[in-house]
């Protein structure tokens, strides 16, 4: 069998599953089902797989941190990490790994394995059983699909339609690429037993993939590859070229190659997947009880059924009621008909319309040097919560319109207040004035936690005037 470098996709929202799921931790970085997140699983179940290379990861530039620590606690290598300064679908973002694996020569005599971070997989030997087929037929020098042996008429997917089998290996040719269908045509593909769910996951060699892009779609190809010859590496990340990514055109790798290429074949599989998509698709992945309840974290169901129930932060009761979604978070919660779950990217577009802040963050809000979250706040005030991991420190800054007072919790922190440092232990505090340069830091071997009060005209986040940072992000 031929190397596989495992090609892993970060790059959505997961808008669908708000309000757990946000522009600042989308669910590709949440433990959805178990306690791995999305993105630790869909690394996890690759062990096993023989002649595995590292990864390569291409995730938003913004989740970059929270990316590389997650990734980094499971048992797969990881190669590279390239960070894309904007949203431009699969395609361009596929270019860019298959030209680094053709450049570097680190996967050129190989198969790369494209994976969406945000799936679920419950069958890894069938997963396995699946890459081993793509991977044959991907060495023969077709673009191979999974395609996901339907047990449902579902609505929610994209179908692809088998063909002849291929000559050698357990895949067929792909008749067709459908667009989601309406309820009856789903029932149609069903009975047929000719169609499988479109997962979006694919193997191929890398100058073959390259090959078809530059014959169907130059401009793309184009368009990364400029952005790759303009990377820039950034504390081991690979950061590309913003304005000639920007530019590439955004398009799916589907409508970009599998739907005109003649070298499309699809793997059947019944590998127990789900795109997670929805939060009807996370009820049906959930445990349930005797009636059909999904609950999770403090969550209570009496005379009721099919729902799904989930606390973030406190009691979560649902009495007498069928078939709803009711999703705790510590500032929002969602209530919704679990026939509707697919609108709820709606409810996020009228947030966004509204201006409303809670679609962006959550009330914790993770940075590469802990994370803070907010307590309380009113006119001209702020109270934080702030945690700083052991040998971290927040950038050397200053404020133009609030002053700042800390109070430590547990651990010590370093000071830095207008050129002087300063130890500050429990229940000590320091004051902060308005416009004064200064550096919060963990010297200490645990997690320093502290009390932020804010005070002052202007509290928002942009009121940040970053002089040197560690991570770089004043660029």
Request: charged share 20%; glycine share 8%; aromatic share 8%.
């Amino acid at each position: 069998m031929s190397r596989i470098t495992p090609v892993i996709l970060s790059g959505g929202n997961g808008s669908r599953l708000w309000p757990l799921s946000r522009r600042a931790l989308p669910k590709q970085l949440l433990p959805l089902l178990g306690g791995e997140t999305m993105i630790q699983q869909t690394l996890t179940r690759l062990h096993g797989l023989p002649e595995l290379a590292p990864a390569v990861l291409v995730c938003n530039q913004e989740h970059r941190f929270l990316v590389a620590e997650q990734a980094g606690a499971t048992p797969i290598d990881i190669g590279a990490i390239f960070l894309e300064p904007a949203a431009r679908n699969t395609a361009p973002a596929i270019a860019v790994a298959a030209l680094h694996l053709v450049a570097s020569g680190s996967g050129s005599d190989g198969v790369m394995l494209v994976l969406p971070a945000d799936h679920a997989i419950a069958d890894v030997a069938a997963f396995h059983a699946a890459v081993a087929a793509a991977t044959q037929a991907a060495e023969a020098g077709w673009l191979v699909t999974f395609g996901i042996t339907p047990d449902s008429p579902q609505t929610g997917f994209g179908y692809i339609r088998g063909g002849e089998a291929l000559t050698e290996g357990s895949g067929r040719h792909v008749a067709a690429f459908v667009e989601k269908p309406d309820a009856r045509r789903a029932a149609e593909f069903l009975a047929d037993g000719n169609y499988y769910w479109n997962s979006g996951m694919f193997a191929f060699r890398p100058e073959v993939f390259l090959a078809e892009l530059e014959h169907y779609r130059p401009d793309i190809l184009a368009g990364a590859r400029l952005a790759l010859e303009g990377v820039a590496p950034d504390l081991g990340f690979y950061r590309l070229d913003a304005g000639a990514f920007a530019a590439c055109p955004a398009e799916s790798i589907d409508y970009a190659v599998m739907e005109k290429t003649h070298k499309a074949v699809v793997i059947p599989c019944d590998i127990g997947w789900s795109d997670i998509g929805s939060w009807q698709a996370l009820w049906a992945h959930t445990p349930h009880d005797a009636s059909g309840n999904a609950l999770v974290g403090d969550a209570l169901a009496l005379a009721s059924h099919r729902c799904y129930a989930r606390s973030g932060s406190r009691l979560v009761a649902l009495l007498g009621v069928d078939d709803l979604i009711v999703v705790e978070t510590a500032d929002a919660v969602l209530v919704a008909h679990r026939d509707r779950a697919e609108e709820v990217k709606q409810l996020v577009d009228e947030l966004a319309r509204q201006g409303r802040s809670e679609i962006a963050a959550h009330q914790r809000v993770y940075r590469p040097w802990g994370w803070y979250e907010g307590v309380d706040a009113g006119e001209r005030f702020q109270v934080k919560r702030i945690m700083v991991l052991p040998g971290e420190r927040l950038s050397l800054q200053l404020h133009h319109h609030r002053a700042e007072h800390w109070v430590v919790v547990s651990g010590t922190a370093r000071v830095h207040c207008d050129g002087e440092d300063t130890l500050v232990s429990e229940n000590e505090s320091t004051f902060i004035p308005l416009g004064v340069i200064h550096r919060l830091e963990n010297p200490g071997k645990i997690p320093l936690h502290l009390i932020e009060v804010q005070s002052g005209s202007y509290l928002g986040e942009d009121d940040i005037v970053r002089l040197q940072d560690d991570y770089r992000r004043e660029e």
